[in-house]
């Protein structure tokens, strides 16, 4: 069951358990670059446990090869755990922060588009608001969509963190 | 009243008492700045550095004599070009799984990233070709990643491990303990293979009438020959090896079929195209094995035995694969096997056998392949052999018939020319009462042949057979078949006289220019003991080695004399 729904043919959602020390992310990235496949987004965040990290990562590319991506990235000393979550029942979640420049006049549609997906104002400037924006990947692809009526000055997105849901391990 | 001061060790010191206790013998290495403090503290021990001339010389010595042994070789060069040197010997090691330690010197920790002399990120540009590697960032890691780094090259699936070792950490103190045990959460070592795998190959096996059994270098790794050899007799199924699979089973037994693959023998593959179970144990449908994927097998079942689980689904979908040590699998496989219906198959391959023999022009002027006839004639197998890379290893590999494990030594996976020789002073090192001939091209000689100091100052008595055709001549050979014969980069002209060579070194050296002449020289090489001696055989310019599959082509196309008509060029890799 696909619960986000962003996971087209060819994108891939992993999580990695890894030691949390420096050229870790090298040896993941590699495994990814020599087989030709793209990292679209990627999230290292500290764990419960000091010594280890966790890497969320999406990726696309040839189907043939991803089953090896996981068994290499598995290989690798300093990954404890690799993951696919692509076909798995998880929660996956992202922010985003979008800075749009709007005269003071005519905010009014604009905060109607943030209400609407439950974002946040976290700077009201005299030129331009920034908001905040969580959820799946999908709702906030939704929102840049109806936001590029606007000025849009700047977009950040923090790249997906996922959790598999019930006993399934993440 | 005064007290005695405990000396605390350097880091370089507690780096060489490492290595005292993981048993280590010889040190592999080159010194330079980076490096002193641990050359320093090679002068305390009994440990033996063998100083080499280029540090390419010195992982291949390494590799040569993990290959040999199956304990890790260890080599010592120092940082910045000293440690790059040692990129190709890492490849080496990385693709064939020979457990390799490689200590860099590294500048001092302040200066790191700062491109001091002799900096190079040596961990960054090492990654794609290392099991694992370490920066050193504290003395006191020092215990700890040695266990870690011997326990990684040599468990599982074998590799080189690189440590990088910043020069104030080797001269400073280190007082930190010894660490008896390893804590590695993230590195798994494959145990027994589920009974249900067991009875599902045993359930294959009993309805294969043409089945094949296909060896390769984890079946030398685990030395799983004997248990090889009792499956393929329980079972009643010829064997197939890999270039690197010689010798974990007995080429000239009855059931054994020789080498598989692009210039493997015409029977070996044609059991292969004939065959309805395929088993490989402990190797990896490479390229040179498989020629057209599309076309490999098609209707035979594929079972797939090896330790590193990467391995299944990579190249080839297996209909049972089992992952775990070559020899405890087959061992733990054996009860559960019945012998197959297979006569006809065995005499139909025995036939096989008597039809397509390697042969080779014996008319014309001194051949490679009559050169190393005579060598296996004289050598009854007892020899070990190394070779280096092109026409020479291949003929080698078709005439040398190995039937010792790790009595073959060659560079498989990464096909490094300049490997032999010093991977035949590794050998001999690690052997001393052996008799180890390094066969070598003429080519692939020269990218390493400094080495010859080296064999030459511990008196080493190393046989050095040098097939030379003063060509690159598997390139050569390719020209001329797939390419109209417009030969591009292929003729060494400008060789030395390697005869004179040898002797500037010190060292004997013998010519062979006729097949009449070719036992007696051979014959005085083996007698000759009193260190290092050279065999320089002129042969043929023009030779080339058959049969050949043209890679990326299916195996029936394979090609077992020189073609009339013109190839088309092959559309695989190499």
Redesign the interface.
Known sequence: MNITGIENSGVHTISLF??NK??VL??VA?VFS?RGYNIDSLVVSPTSEENFARMTITCSGDEEVF??II??L????????AEDHTEQDMVGTEVALVKVAVPMESRTSLLQVAEHYKAKVVDYGSETLMLRVHGETRKLDNMMSLLSAYDVREVVRSGKIVMARGNLQT | MTTNPVKIPTGAEKLIQCLEKEGVEYVFGLSGGAAIPIFDALVDTHIKLILVRHEQGATHMADGYARATGKPGVVLVTSGPGATNTVTGLLTAMMDSVPMIVLTGQTIRSSLGKDAFQEADV??IT??VV???Y?VKDASEIPRIMKEAFY?ARTGRPGPVLIDLPKDITAGPCDAPFVEEVN????EIPGAVPVEQLEQTAKLLRRARRPVLYIGHGSVISDAGPAILRLAEKLNAPVVNTLLGKGAMDETHPLHLGMLGMHGTAYANKAVIGCDLIMAIGARWDDRITGKLDEFCTDAMKIHVDI???EF??VIRPDVSMCGDARRVIEDLIPFVDRCESDEWVAQCDKWKRQFPLKYNKQGGLKAQHVLDRLDALTKGEALITTDVGQHQMWAAQFLKTRKNRHWLSSGGAGTMGFGFPAAIGAQLALPGKQVWAVVGDGGFQMTLCELATAFIHKLPVKVLIVNNNYLGMVRQWQELFFDNRLSGVDLEGNPDFVKLAEAYGIKAFRVKRAADVDRILKKAIEYNDGPCVVEAEVVKEDNVFPMIPAGAPLRNMIIERPKHKLEKPTGST
């Open positions: 890894v030691n420096p050229g090298v040896r590699l020599r089953e090896q068994k290499q598995a290989k690798l000393i300093d990954v404890v755990r | 961990t960054g990654y794609p099991k694992h590697s920066l990684i590695l959460p993230g590195y590193d689980p990467a689904n990579k």
